[in-house]
């Protein structure tokens, strides 16, 4: 997933959540942040450096020049916080494909349900947590390694524009132009982004040979982790109500741009003037932004969100550890 779910939407489900407009802020920027948490990022390094045991930092994401030569690091990123092991199947790759509702995403909803708003780490744990968790709907049946598992024969996608289903093989050719090896890619690459695009509809004859309808899959992740957050608020209901379902629901259809900055900036612009119908709608909702040093420009936060990030590789490794699986340090 991008911006516009790991962040926008973070935030739109916090809100009816009952968090208040910063707090859902938080939340969501630590969601996003590990996107942008990257190795060449000079600012990054020079800021968490100083908050983290002997100035190691840990990243959780990754450019693109670093998937193409880093391949031990791809898997200390893509695994434990973008391809979440389904632990599903006989083989090590069987158990490292991502599932929705895997063993490792039913115990992290549970993980999730477990937080206690009194820890002062919570907003960053629960935005780290919601940003693997929803991966877990975009990234099913890839695994984060280089890996067969990932092949994806005869992609063809709507483009909505009347034509039906069209081959994107010119696509396939431009990540072979790069280097990119698709004849055992990593992670989702040999479907380029299609499975990052909320109002997407594509399918594979070896993935999604019935097709994948991205929308649906969206709606229910976001139905899943506002259960999540309404629980950890003891709300009366832990359903979103169907108003809130259409708002939603419209939102992932009309945004098609294949930008997701783009994306992003139609969801702020919906939160701004209050599309989404937050009941005590504020000056910090209709000011809304996010920048990438957000976290880091706090004297608390950068400690606080690494703090939350190595809680998290440290549980997934411990269960891939249990499986026999070491491929995380």
């Not at 920027?29 to 983290?52: C, G, M, P, Q, R």
């Not at 890839?142 to 093989?169: Q, R, Y």
């Not at 990540?175 to 040999?190: K, Q, T, V, W, Y």
């Amino acid at each position: 997933m991008d911006i516009d779910f790991h962040f926008s939407t973070i935030y739109v489900l916090s809100r009816w959540a009952g968090f208040g407009a910063y707090n859902a802020k938080v939340i969501a920027a630590a969601s996003e942040f590990v996107d942008d948490n990257v190795s060449n990022d000079l600012k990054i390094w020079a800021t968490a450096k100083e908050v983290t045991p002997n100035g190691v930092i840990r990243y959780s994401g990754h450019d693109l020049w670093e998937n193409l030569f880093n391949e031990e690091g791809n898997e200390q990123v893509w695994i434990p916080y973008h391809f979440l092991p389904g632990l599903e199947g006989e083989t090590e790759q069987d158990k490292l494909i991502c599932k929705k509702h895997g063993v490792l995403a039913r115990e992290l909803a549970e993980r999730m349900r477990n937080i206690s708003l009194d820890d002062p780490n919570y907003a960053f744990k629960l935005g780290i947590a919601c940003h693997v968790y929803a991966d877990t709907w975009a990234h099913q049946e890839f695994a984060g390694i280089t890996s067969l598992a990932n092949v994806v024969k005869d992609l063809v996608v709507d483009l909505f524009d009347g034509d039906g289903w069209k081959s994107l093989e010119e696509l396939e050719e431009e990540i072979e132009s790069i280097g990119m090896d698709l004849a055992a890619p990593l992670g989702h690459a040999a479907a380029i982004h299609w499975p990052d695009r909320p109002y997407a509809k594509w399918k594979s004859n070896l993935k999604f040979p019935d097709g994948r309808d991205n929308t649906e899959e969206f709606m229910e992740a976001s139905l899943d982790i506002y259960s999540i957050m309404a629980s950890l608020q003891c709300l009366p209901s832990t359903e979103l109500p169907a108003d809130k379902k259409a708002l939603l629901l419209k939102a992932f259809q009309e945004i098609k741009e294949k930008d997701p900055e783009e994306r992003n900036a139609k969801w702020l612009e919906k939160i701004h003037n209050n599309e989404f119908q937050f009941a005590d709608f504020c000056d910090e909702d209709a000011k809304l932004e996010y920048h990438k040093y957000f976290i880091l420009s706090d004297k608390d936060y950068p400690k606080q969100f690494y703090d939350s990030l190595d809680e998290h590789y440290d549980w997934v490794k411990s269960r891939l550890d249990a499986e026999g699986i070491t491929r995380l340090e």
